[in-house]
């Protein structure tokens, strides 16, 4: 109890990786006590709960980010929350070619969905956000998924000696969307009045 009463309160922030949202229902009558609840990744009618990514139990799903973080601050009494992880393995980006990876418009609308639903639960929901961390900077190698699931909003080449890297248009929209930096062309993404199409706005070397 002495413990208890130490910890209570010492918390610095409260750290939540995010990545998707799936379906869940109270577990079965004999189950055992230790499982909570059943999950699935459709519904009755085997409808996802968003759009499918490049790994089979990920679905963009941006209004849970919302609901997560606004329970968090009801149960916790409005913590400070650091989102540590939040990103999407983009579909098929492993078997395109530099031109069409690069432009990773699927990781763009994620991170563009998801902050959205970030800034209703700080001005709608009192959320005490801290920090937001995108994942990853890099392609890198997945647990489970090696190097065929890709994260990065920079694209590395494991084909040169360099590995040479490649930022995709998700980190020039990033940029532009938290720093307002960004090439001409990809700050049309940001800016209504533009009248590029989607198929120029990343110049490809």
Same mark, same amino acid.
């Given at each position: 109890?002495?413990?208890?009463?130490? !910890?209570?309160?010492?918390?610095?922030?409260?750290?939540?990786?995010?990545? +998707?949202? =799936?379906?869940?229902?109270?577990?079965?009558?004999?189950?055992?006590?230790?499982?909570?609840?059943?999950?699935? !990744?459709?519904?009755?009618?085997?409808?996802?709960?968003?759009?499918?990514?490049?790994?089979?139990?990920?679905? $963009? &799903?941006?209004?849970? #980010?919302?609901? +997560?973080?606004?329970?968090?601050?009801?149960?916790?009494? /409005?913590?400070?929350?650091?989102? +540590?992880?939040?990103?999407?393995? $983009?579909?098929?980006?492993?078997?395109?070619? %530099?031109?069409?990876? !690069? %432009?990773?418009?699927?990781?763009?609308?994620?991170?563009? +969905?998801?902050?959205?639903?970030?800034?209703?639960?700080?001005?709608?929901?009192?959320?005490?956000?801290?920090?937001?961390?995108?994942?990853?900077?890099?392609?890198?190698?997945?647990?489970?998924?090696?190097?065929? &699931?890709?994260?990065?909003?920079? =694209?590395?080449?494991?084909?040169?000696?360099?590995?040479?890297?490649?930022?995709? #248009?998700?980190?020039?929209?990033?940029? =532009?969307?938290?720093?307002?930096? &960004?090439?001409?062309?990809?700050?049309?993404?940001?800016? %209504?009045?533009? /009248?590029?199409? /989607?198929?120029?706005? #990343?110049?490809?070397?």
């Amino acid at each position: 109890e002495s413990e208890k009463r130490l !910890l209570a309160g010492s918390v610095d922030f409260f750290a939540l990786n995010y990545f +998707t949202s =799936h379906f869940v229902k109270a577990a079965p009558v004999g189950a055992p006590k230790d499982q909570l609840y059943e999950e699935f !990744l459709t519904d009755q009618e085997g409808r996802y709960p968003g759009t499918p990514s490049d790994v089979f139990w990920q679905f $963009s &799903a941006p209004d849970g #980010l919302r609901s +997560t973080l606004s329970w968090i601050g009801r149960r916790y009494q /409005r913590p400070e929350v650091w989102v +540590t992880e939040s990103g999407v393995a $983009s579909p098929g980006e492993s078997a395109k070619d %530099r031109r069409n990876l !690069l %432009r990773d418009m699927h990781r763009l609308d994620y991170y563009r +969905t998801h902050l959205g639903s970030l800034c209703a639960a700080v001005t709608k929901d009192s959320t005490n956000l801290a920090a937001y961390f995108a994942w990853s900077l890099l392609d890198a190698f997945e647990f489970s998924d090696g190097y065929k &699931a890709r994260y990065g909003i920079v =694209h590395v080449d494991r084909t040169s000696q360099q590995l040479q890297r490649y930022p995709k #248009l998700s980190a020039y929209w990033l940029s =532009h969307h938290f720093f307002r930096y &960004a090439p001409d062309s990809v700050a049309c993404l940001e800016i %209504r009045s533009c /009248r590029a199409s /989607r198929s120029t706005m #990343l110049p490809v070397r």
